[in-house]
């Protein structure tokens, strides 16, 4: 701490407001979203209409709550269907990749860690519609020569789970060789010295000492999928997960449900990160 | 390394990194380059040349949307850095311990609910019949019920929130890294806040300075929800244009064209930025 | 003294919530002094140079350079400078940045700053390096960049915060010698903190020696080595070896003591003060004390005992014995004689050992230990 510099008590206070005006702005938002999931009103808006718990459990017309809301109960499911999938492929393939750029030398190392970070800098829509019209064209390609449909390559579930793979192994793959890169080497030497064979020394040494980043990439990957929007939008077919659901009701105009959503929803990943953040500091 | 058995270790894991960039990440970019320098000149029938590019510079419409959104996101850049550079340093260099970890989880805390949820935060604020809009009216401030939404501060407000994030958390990481007697030694040598703050503290920062405005820039840029939301439909915003030519409109060949101009815009104000900072992608990305 | 002080404090005191680090700390420094502060981790040596330097608020006392008092005086307006103990040397500019730092503050003309810093390396033995970054530097050139980036701006005082403590031994010894050098060339005051007795001793034409917040004791070297005020001092500055004893006679300085286990000796009361009865500890310096094959060479001394040799440091003209007086088995460290006569010492030998009465310094134990 720079104790040793005096400033003016007015500097040091009008910082200190700025500092708390700057987490008001943050919180705020949030904080309406949260409130007026419980307003007895048809809109989130002003003026407050009393306490309610209809947006989550009602059962009538007009305010039907989030739990008897089937098409919001559905795209909860499907985003979780593609959650769990990019969260494994992504875990997956960043862990080889994290093996790869750890442990190996090898020519076009530098340019292939280049072009894993591409996704990064690549906006997300561009993302979605280039593999939108890449999967696209060998539909139709191979739909002319076979003859057959390939209704997997065309917009729905399947692409979604790999346009969102395809940005969030990057981020799998910084996660997991941070960790890697801390291994200590003669750990592995030593098992193999004891007689392991390479392939057991990694399971029984280096994986589980790799699990904490591991289950860590694991979580930022379904958070990053259930939050995707942008590659998602382009690559979404029939079965809207839950974020293309709420933004086409947003669109339509809001009902205090979206906030109930919303909040179950910030409820969900507090949980999910509170635990990843326990399970990091469990291992470290 | 050189066993066939350590051999078949290196192809077994380099496989599914080349299956994930050939295919999602390379080959996509390459076809939807081809598709972009096809022209549509009868039913099923396609030549090759620049002609949906050319479209883009005939149409006002397309460059002037174009050259706002690159406008706005450079704005939205900078006072996203404005805003969160001092309360990165308050939260790196002012505080300690315990209350340094919560103020930078509290940081955290709004990202990790979706850019969704956030933007209808906004819009529950600032519309006509908000949070603000009743607030200032209780207050007597104003008359009438006042409409905050659809014009180009509220697609600001939203594009700051949605990226502080991705400004404050690098910028706090390096300036956690500045060492206190750098700073003690400037004063210590006769300067001020304001020259230590230009000579020392933003050299110092700069590889955050220039990894977080990376990251904003491109969010921004990318960005569609907070475009089409706050600033309603005639937000004028590039990715909009992409959507319509690829989904109302199912043009593709422009659609693709246009997708590789924002490409390219991205990639050159971010090639620009590690130039003039002298920083790499590597260094600046792979954190 | 006629001369104005460079450096004064007053009773200088500095209290932090839970403890009080520095305590009615007061000196004098006169121009172009050597002067070092001396003391284990934590003895407030720290707090007491930054306040100094202005980077703490005394809770209470006076500090003055040139008979001024500089209290009111921000850092980075004080006549002093620093060299940290990291150096602090600015990694984002290069060498002749980092030296003209100060004077580009003070707004002075470019071209004069570019001619200032130049010479300033030329003094300090680096000339033409300015265009360098600081990590092509070695550990003593940075050293010395730190040095003149303080002194390009002619401070009165220059504050040193150990900055050799990060070197290695050999290079620590070379920079010692070279600091002296540097101080007589600027012919500036330098107050410089250490925990290391032998940059003390070696550099400094006054140290202070701090315990627990306090000046033990300010002196030469010499003095400091050789008439100790303080039991702490006589344990710190320099090896000694220790008995805790019992004063059982006192005849004006001259004292009788007897340790816990029942050896006699023959001391000096110190700076005076203890009486019969007084719990006392004393010191003995490993090159006072004799040591020889024959018992009659020991025979008139004040101290005489026998030991059997334990183990030989050897280590040129330092080297030393350890005894395990025959007596009482405690053991003592002896400075090998450089005569030849002990060449041949063996582990297991018996010698006699004796010393002087006056060699044999006592100071009243603290009521603590």
Not at chain 1, 66 to 93: C, D, K, M, P, Q
Not at chain 3, 25 to 54: D, Y
Request: with cysteine.
């Amino acid at each position: 701490m720079i104790t040793g510099i005096k400033q003016s008590p007015f500097f040091t206070w009008s910082y200190r407001a700025y500092v708390i005006l700057f987490f008001i702005y943050l919180a705020l938002p949030l904080a309406v979203v949260c409130v007026f999931a419980f307003n007895d009103s048809q809109f989130p808006s002003l003026p407050w209409d009393g306490f309610t718990l209809k947006w989550f459990f009602g059962t009538e017309s007009p305010s039907i709550g989030v739990f008897n809301e089937r098409s919001i109960i559905r795209s909860i499911g499907t985003s979780a269907f593609v959650a769990f999938w990019v969260a494994l492929l992504s875990v997956f393939v960043g862990t080889c990749n994290a093996f790869l750029f750890t442990r190996y030398e090898f020519r076009g190392k530098s340019l292939l860690y280049i072009v894993m970070l591409l996704p990064l800098i690549i906006p997300g829509i561009i993302l979605g519609i280039s593999i939108l019209v890449f999967t696209s064209n060998i539909a139709n390609f191979l739909e002319n020569a076979t003859g057959l449909w390939f209704d997997n390559l065309r917009p729905g579930l399947i692409l979604v789970i790999l346009g969102q793979f395809s940005f969030i192994t990057t981020f799998a793959t910084l996660v997991i060789s941070a960790r890697l890169q801390k291994f200590d080497l003669s750990l592995e030497e030593a098992a193999l010295n004891l007689g392991a064979t390479k392939f057991g020394a990694i399971r029984s040494i280096t994986l589980p000492f790799l699990y904490p980043a591991m289950i860590g990439a694991g979580v930022v990957a379904v958070l990053m999928s259930f939050e995707n929007f942008n590659t998602t939008l382009m690559l979404v077919g029939s079965d809207a997960p839950l974020t293309i659901t709420m933004f086409d009701r947003l669109k339509l105009g809001s009902t205090p449900v979206l906030n109930a959503v919303s909040l179950l929803l910030m409820v969900a990943s507090a949980i999910l990160g509170l635990m990843s953040l326990l399970l990091q500091r469990k291992s470290d | 390394m050189t066993s066939d058995k350590s051999k078949l270790g290196f192809f077994l894991l380099l496989s599914p990194l080349l299956l994930w960039l050939m295919t999602l990440i390379i080959l996509p970019h390459v076809g939807m380059f081809f598709v972009s320098i096809s022209e549509k000149v009868g039913v099923r029938q396609y030549e090759t040349g620049f002609g949906n590019y050319a479209v883009f510079f005939n149409e006002p419409l397309y460059w002037n949307t174009f050259a706002r959104t690159a406008y706005m996101s450079i704005a939205a850049t900078f006072l996203t850095l404005l805003i969160g550079f001092p309360v990165a340093y308050y939260i790196a260099k002012l505080t300690k311990g315990r209350t340094k970890t919560t103020l930078f989880l509290m940081c955290l805390i709004p990202f990790w609910v979706s850019e969704l949820v956030r933007t209808f935060g906004w819009m529950i604020l600032l519309r006509e019949t908000g949070v603000v809009s009743n607030f200032l009216q209780y207050i007597g401030l104003v008359d009438g019920p006042i409409e905050f939404l659809y014009n180009d501060a509220a697609i600001m407000t939203g594009l700051v929130y949605t990226s502080m994030l991705f400004m404050v958390v690098p910028l706090v990481t390096t300036l956690d890294s500045l060492d206190d007697s750098l700073i003690e030694a400037g004063y210590d040598l006769g300067g001020n806040g304001y020259t230590i703050l230009r000579e020392i503290i933003i050299p110092h920062a700069m590889p955050g300075i220039v990894s977080g405005c990376i990251v904003v820039f491109m969010l921004s840029l990318g960005n569609y929800l907070t475009p089409i939301l706050l600033g309603g439909k005639d937000s004028l915003w590039f990715t909009g244009l992409i959507y319509s030519q690829f989904i109302t409109r199912f043009n593709w060949e422009l659609g693709s064209a246009f997708g590789f101009l924002l490409l390219g815009l991205s990639s050159l104000i971010v090639f620009v930025g590690l130039k003039l900072s002298r920083q790499s992608l590597t260094e600046t990305m792979g954190r | 003294m006629s001369e104005i002080a460079d450096l004064e404090c007053r009773e200088l005191s500095k209290s932090f919530l839970d403890f009080q680090a520095v305590k009615d700390v007061s000196f004098s420094v006169p121009k172009g002094t050597f002067f070092s502060i001396l003391g284990p981790s934590g003895c407030g040596k720290t707090t007491l140079l930054r306040m100094i330097a202005g980077f703490q608020e005394p809770s209470s006392g006076d500090l003055l350079i040139k008979n001024k008092s500089v209290l009111d005086v921000p850092p980075n307006k004080r006549p002093v400078s620093m060299v940290f103990q990291h150096l602090a040397l600015f990694p984002m500019m290069n060498i002749a940045a980092n030296v003209g730092f100060g004077l580009r503050q003070r707004g002075v003309d470019k071209r004069e700053i570019e001619k200032r810093v130049e010479t300033v390396l030329e003094r300090v033995g680096l000339p033409g390096v300015g265009n360098r970054s600081i990590n092509q530097l070695s550990g003593g050139q940075k050293q010395r960049v730190a040095i003149a980036r303080c002194m390009v701006l002619e401070p009165d005082v220059l504050l040193l915060d150990e900055p050799l403590g990060a070197l290695d031994l050999k290079l620590r010894e070379h920079m010692k010698i070279e600091l002296k050098k540097l101080q007589a060339e600027f012919n500036t005051t330098f107050v410089y903190i250490t925990h290391d007795q032998s940059e003390a001793l070696v550099m400094s034409d006054q140290i202070a020696v701090m315990n627990h917040g306090v000046f033990e004791q300010i002196g030469t070297a010499r003095e400091l080595y050789y008439q100790p005020k303080t039991a702490f001092v006589a344990g710190f500055v320099g090896e000694a070896n220790k008995y805790d004893a019992k004063v059982t006679a006192k005849n004006g300085d001259a004292l009788k003591l007897v340790t816990g286990d029942g050896v006699e000796l023959s001391g000096l009361d110190a700076v005076g003060g203890l009486n019969e009865g007084d719990r006392a500890q004393v010191f003995v310096r490993p090159e006072a004390i004799k040591i020889s094959r024959k018992q009659a060479d020991i025979k008139g001394m004040d101290n005489g005992h026998s030991g059997e040799i334990e183990s030989i440091l050897f280590n040129g003209a330092n080297s030393q014995l350890l005894l395990r007086d025959n007596s009482n088995g405690a053991q003592i460290n002896i400075t090998m004689p450089q005569t030849g006569e002990f060449r041949d010492l063996t582990k297991g030998d018996n010698v006699y050992f004796g010393w002087e009465a006056e060699q044999t310094r006592c100071y009243l134990a603290d009521k603590v230990s």
